[in-house]
């Protein structure tokens, strides 16, 4: 049972223009979420992260939002870049425990 | 400071063998996570380690088991291979247990044939 979803598997994106990745959860336990990024042959690394508290958070180019009530998330990438190019996974983690349930993934393509 | 390593990075095994993956974490961190990754299915959760406990477990079969070390090196074992075991195992280390980030090493990519 896929927990976290990522509808989309793939996006391809103008440089210099917004990256909008999306992410829905079904279990209203998740209390915390994070973004991660995987380039080939690596594994991924950490992106950005938001507590159910907020429903934004910002870092750099990168800013994720949150909307409980459609338990949604997406991360917004601006301006997108070459180099941004990667699988992006999103995760929920529950307030109940500690195990991180990640998504399927979307393969993000930004063309120079 | 290193990284995440994982040994062996590449593998090939026939359907009914054993395998062991290694997965040495960062220096200090005491929690791993072991992850299997498939087309389609994303990052699926395996088990974690803190402290030499198992402290969370996936939804896998009990082919899948693992362990660690007093060093916090940890293994994963995979006994009775079967074809849909092919995957890219993914270790990932944090400093707790718990909603901290992970760090992830590149994982070691498992062929059953």
């Known amino acids: 049972d896929q927990q976290v979803k990522q509808n989309s598997p793939s996006l391809s994106v103008q440089e210099g223009r917004i990256s909008i990745l999306n992410c829905d959860y079904t279990n209203s336990m998740f209390d915390y979420f994070l973004w991660y990024k995987k380039y080939p042959a690596e594994g991924p690394t950490f992106l950005i992260s938001?507590?159910?508290?907020?429903d934004k958070n910002e870092d750099g180019r990168f800013t994720v939002f949150l909307n409980k009530s459609a338990k949604h998330l997406s991360l917004h990438i601006v301006p997108s870049q070459p180099g941004d190019s990667a699988v992006y996974f999103c995760?929920?983690?529950?307030?109940?425990?500690?195990?991180?349930?990640f998504g399927t993934g979307t393969s993000l393509t930004v063309i120079p | 400071k290193a990284g995440v390593t994982q040994t062996p990075r590449y593998l090939i095994k026939t359907r009914g063998q054993q395998v062991t993956l290694s997965c040495s974490p960062i220096?200090?961190?005491?929690?791993v996570s072991w992850y299997q990754q498939t087309p389609g299915q994303g990052l699926q959760f395996l088990f974690e380690y803190f402290s030499e406990t198992q402290r969370n477990k996936g939804n896998f079969p009990g082919r899948f088991s693992g362990r660690q070390f007093s060093n916090s090196r940890s293994e994963m074992n995979v006994s009775t291979l079967e074809l849909g075991d092919s995957a890219l195992y993914l270790c990932?280390?944090?400093?707790?247990?718990?909603?901290?980030?992970?760090?992830f090493g590149p994982g070691t990519r498992l062929t059953v044939t």
């Open positions: 990932a280390s944090s400093w707790t247990s718990g909603r901290v980030e992970q760090y």
């Open positions: 220096s200090g961190h005491r929690s």
């Open positions: 938001i507590s159910s508290i907020k």
């Open positions: 995760a929920g983690v529950p307030n109940t425990g500690n195990q991180f349930y």
